[in-house]
């Protein structure tokens, strides 16, 4: 393997564990504790570091261009965890939900074992997509409803 394909992969590599954060940040409770329950075997972690909630300050621009303003304080909570393979997973979620990120973490982790990552993608993150991906189309369709087709007549010469 050259060192061109070798970079292709690991930027392949990152866009997935992208992924995989983002989806597992925008998990419920309720999809992570369904997808545990189906878990046949649940693995013993060991908190690394966390659960621990914080403030994160948000940041925004007008009009998505214009000059960066700090817009206000979120909660966030994150945690990390090892598995007994050795696999590190780690999340951060807005809220307070320890619990939620403590599970996501543990999720990450499993998403990046061989043994569990399937199970990981059809469980948990593909009906997750699935959500966001709805509700993005929701919210189009309702604003679609509400456009309004602006047009000029032009009047004849008389």
Known sequence: MNSAQRQE?????????????DLLARATREELDAAWAAL???PETQPVRGPE??????????????????????????????????AIGHTHALGT???RAR???TFD????????KDFVET???TPIDDRMAAA???????TAATRVDFFTMVRGED
């Open 40 to 42: 046949a075997k649940k």
């Open 53 to 86: 909630t914080g403030l994160v300050m948000v940041r925004g621009r007008i009009g998505g261009g214009g000059s960066p303003f700090n817009l206000g304080e979120v909660t966030v909570t994150r945690a990390t965890v090892r598995l007994p393979t050795g």
């Open 109 to 116: 982790a499993l998403w990046q074992e061989r043994a569990t």
């Open 123 to 125: 469980t948990l993150l």
């Open 136 to 142: 993005e189309r929701k919210q189009a369709d309702e």
């Open 9 to 21: 992969l690991a930027a392949l590599e990152r866009r997935a564990r992208k992924r995989v954060a």
């Open 103 to 105: 599970l996501a973490a």
């Open 97 to 99: 939900d320890r619990e």
